[in-house]
Antibody, heavy 122, light 110 residues
Framework: QVQLVESGGGVVQPGKSLRLSCAAS????????MHWVRQAPGKGLEWVAL????????YHAESVKGRFSISRDNSKSTLHLQINSLRAEDTAVYHC???????????????WGQGTLVTVSS | QFALTQPPAASGTPGQRVTISCSGS????????VNWFQQLPGTAPQLLIY???QRPSGVPDRFSGSKSGTSASLAISGLQSGDEADYYC???????????FGGGTKLTVL
């Protein structure tokens, strides 16, 4: 069955960097666009970034542009999110999700991982 | 604060029909599909409705979606206690080149 498992979260000091990963299994990873969506404690969903099936197209939310970078390794069925210059407001559970729809259209996000918690605190 | 506006809360009794609205603009709902997600307590979100009114396999037909202009709605009929969850609408937004979510609606079954 489809599985998305995030890792790499933890407690990090402001200004530091972190790299999140999402291991995919149970489907043809290279055929899907992938997204990162975050949820601050007790808050709603916030879209973070997307990458096309082949990695050629990337979009990032304005709130993270210049600090976050999405990437993927289709040979390892893995999605990454490089997070730099962490701020307190980046504290959230980070979910990865897949979508068959092309970038530039509303993504289906039909499977989600359980998420990895990033806590930014000194 | 959110590009898509949802009521923060909704409620109903078992068996009742409830509707959750999602208001946007011409750059998101007005020109792109709307999806709805259900997030049960302590779990990851799940796709509930896509392309305004389509249900993924496994989603009961008690859940339905619609769209009119720059607004969309999620209707839940035959309300059950297991429907207590947070519900989010989402759409691509051409003005920001990204996905926008509504702030979420917490549904309580009385």
């Amino acid at each position: 069955q489809v599985q998305l498992v995030e890792s790499g979260g933890g407690v990090v000091q402001p200004g530091k960097s972190l790299r999140l990963s999402c291991a995919a299994s149970g489907f043809t990873f290279s055929g899907y666009a992938m997204h990162w969506v975050r949820q601050a404690p007790g808050k709603g969903l916030e879209w973070v970034a997307l990458i096309s099936y082949d990695g050629s197209i990337k979009y990032h939310a304005e709130s993270v542009k210049g600090r976050f970078s999405i990437s993927r390794d289709n040979s390892k069925s893995t999605l990454h999110l490089q997070i730099n210059s962490l701020r307190a407001e980046d504290t959230a559970v980070y979910h990865c999700a897949r979508s068959l729809t092309v970038p530039g259209t509303t993504p289906h996000l039909d499977s989600w991982g359980q998420g990895t918690l990033v806590t930014v605190s000194s | 604060q959110f590009a898509l506006t949802q009521p923060p809360a909704a409620s109903g009794t078992p068996g009742q029909r409830v509707t959750i609205s999602c208001s946007g603009s011409s750059s998101n709902i007005g020109s792109n599909n709307v999806n709805w997600f259900q997030q049960l307590p302590g779990t990851a979100p799940q796709l509930l409705i896509y392309s305004y009114d389509q249900r993924p396999s496994g989603v009961p037909d008690r859940f339905s979606g619609s769209k009119s202009g720059t607004s969309a709605s999620l209707a839940i009929s035959g309300l059950q206690s297991g429907d207590e969850a947070d519900y989010y609408c989402a759409a691509w937004d051409d003005s920001v080149n990204g996905v926008v979510f509504g702030g979420g609606t917490k549904l309580t079954v009385l």
